[in-house]
């Protein structure tokens, strides 16, 4: 009787944990390697492996990758640009409704949206500081930000402590009983990227996820959660 490979040592950032969630289990079907996943927030990877985090293969934004490669604790040259996530924003409901997609749209949008929650010391808590500059409100924002912990820009909206929920399109599209009511364009410099690579021991499986997750073959998966591809610089 064969036994069954060791599980794949993955670090998976809050960002992509419903992608994660719907495809790895198709990895898994196809090859039998199964997982072991640490979530964490984007800007937490980096110290997360410094401190000895045990993984095969990570999952944050490039910048946060390079930190790694910098610190000895990846291997760089499996670095591979996997999904570029717009920032959206997301309110309670089920229908069909317009979606904003443009500055002005977004500015009326935002200016009186009650309550936002967004992930304060995550990277699309950065987005959302960066939009707010961009947006150039002529008027005092009638709006009141709260910051939350990962996870919790969802969970408030789905409990009504929330009127909208700033987050990577990544964690709105696919979900039940909420819709995006706003869509960043990517040409605004707030989206996020995200990325894989692997540790410098990686163990068997990880480099085909990564190379499965990249192949041309899952761009319908990952168009269902409305972001695109990119390049790595």
């Given at each position: 009787m064969t036994s069954a490979p060791a599980p794949i040592r993955t670090i998976v950032p809050v960002a992509l944990t419903e992608v994660f969630a719907h495809l790895s289990p198709d990895f898994t079907a196809e090859t039998g390697y199964s997982f072991v996943v640490e979530t964490m927030l984007n800007p937490e990877v980096p110290a997360a492996i410094a401190a000895g985090s045990a993984y095969d293969i990570a999952f944050t934004n490039p910048h946060h990758a390079e930190e790694v490669f910098a610190a000895g604790h990846g291997d760089a040259a499996s670095h591979t640009a996997l999904a570029r996530a717009p920032l959206g924003f997301a309110a309670r409901g089920d229908g069909d409704t317009q979606v904003a997609r443009d500055l002005p749209s977004?500015?009326?949008?935002?200016?009186?949206?009650?309550?936002?929650?967004?992930?304060?010391?995550?990277?699309?808590?950065?987005?959302?500081?960066?939009?707010?500059?961009?947006?150039?409100?002529?008027?005092?924002?009638?709006?009141?930000?709260?910051?939350?912990?990962?996870?919790?820009?969802?969970?408030?909206?789905?409990?009504?402590?929330?009127?909208?929920?700033a987050l990577p399109m990544t964690n709105i599209a696919r979900q039940s009983g909420v819709m995006p009511v706003a869509i960043c364009p990517l040409d605004l410099g707030v989206e996020i990227d995200l990325s894989g690579f692997l540790s410098l021991t990686p163990r068997p499986g990880a480099q085909a996820f990564l190379k499965w997750l990249a192949d041309h073959r899952q761009e319908p998966n990952w168009a269902a959660f409305g972001v695109e591809r990119f390049t790595l610089p």
């Open positions: 977004l500015r009326a949008c935002l200016q009186n949206a009650g309550r936002i929650g967004y992930t304060e010391t995550g990277t699309s808590g950065k987005s959302l500081a960066r939009l707010l500059e961009l947006l150039a409100f002529d008027q005092p924002l009638r709006t009141e930000l709260v910051g939350l912990a990962g996870g919790g820009p969802m969970r408030a909206l789905r409990d009504g402590d929330v009127d909208l929920a």
